[in-house]
T-cell receptor
């Protein structure tokens, strides 16, 4: 069973460009979470999605950031008009539905560098 | 609010030394507690967990006990190996927060031969 897949692993964007980060959850998992890790900091929750629904986006910046998890295909975290402060590692995690176990399985992360 | 505080690193130990990484938490409800490990260039891997007070999570020689009275979940290992070198994250989750995790800032451990 393949783990959580994220791509690209490294992404370089110039200020003002768009960044698209992809996450494929583990097989059978229908819950996806995105976290951001700034240098020298822990992971901070951004958004929690289920198929075609955003459940909790309380950690998402109000502007330029959006996330989706379509019925088919990977979850996408989109950052428009990137700025240097967006440089970070972005981790995706997934969990199976209704297990009550609360475990989340993490991908290897995408390291975004804004120049 | 909900938060996790863990001891700052980096921590450098000799092989076979005893390891303790402190972790304390604040929570608005009854949390489940976790330790995750991150090896260089990789994602986080679940190391161990505990879901109620006095539970002891253990895995690969690591263990941590859920102490409600001191709101702590300290990670310990009796004899570390070079292969344990990694960053360790303490985390909590609550059922009423949509299962989001709250992470500490991480503690970097380097074990030297």
């Amino acid at each position: 069973n393949a783990g959580v897949m994220q791509n690209p692993r490294h992404l370089v964007r110039r200020r003002g460009q768009e960044a698209r980060l992809r996450c494929s959850p583990m097989k059978g998992h229908s819950h996806v979470y995105w976290y951001r890790q700034l240098p020298e900091e822990g992971l901070k929750f951004m958004v929690y999605l289920q198929k075609e629904n955003i459940i909790d986006e309380s950690g998402m910046p109000k502007e330029r950031f959006s996330a989706e998890f379509p019925k088919e295909g990977p979850s996408i975290l989109r950052i428009q008009q990137v700025v240097r402060g967006d440089s970070a590692a972005y981790f995706c995690a997934s969990s199976p539905p209704n297990t009550g176990q609360y475990e989340q399985y993490f991908g290897p992360g995408t390291r975004l560098t804004v120049t | 609010g909900n938060s996790v505080t863990q001891m700052e690193g980096p921590v450098t130990l000799s092989e076979e030394a005893f390891l303790t990484i402190n972790c304390t938490y604040t929570a608005t409800g009854y949390p489940s507690l976790f330790w995750y490990v991150q090896y260089p260039g990789e994602g986080l891997q679940l190391l161990l967990k505990a879901t109620k007070a006095d539970d002891k999570g253990s895995n690969k020689g690591f263990e941590a006990t859920y102490r409600k009275e001191t709101t702590s979940f300290h990670l310990e290992k009796g004899s570390v190996q070079v292969s344990d070198s990694a960053v360790y994250f303490c985390a909590l989750t609550l059922t009423n927060t949509g299962n989001q995790f709250y992470f500490g800032t991480g503690t970097s451990l380097t074990v030297i031969p």
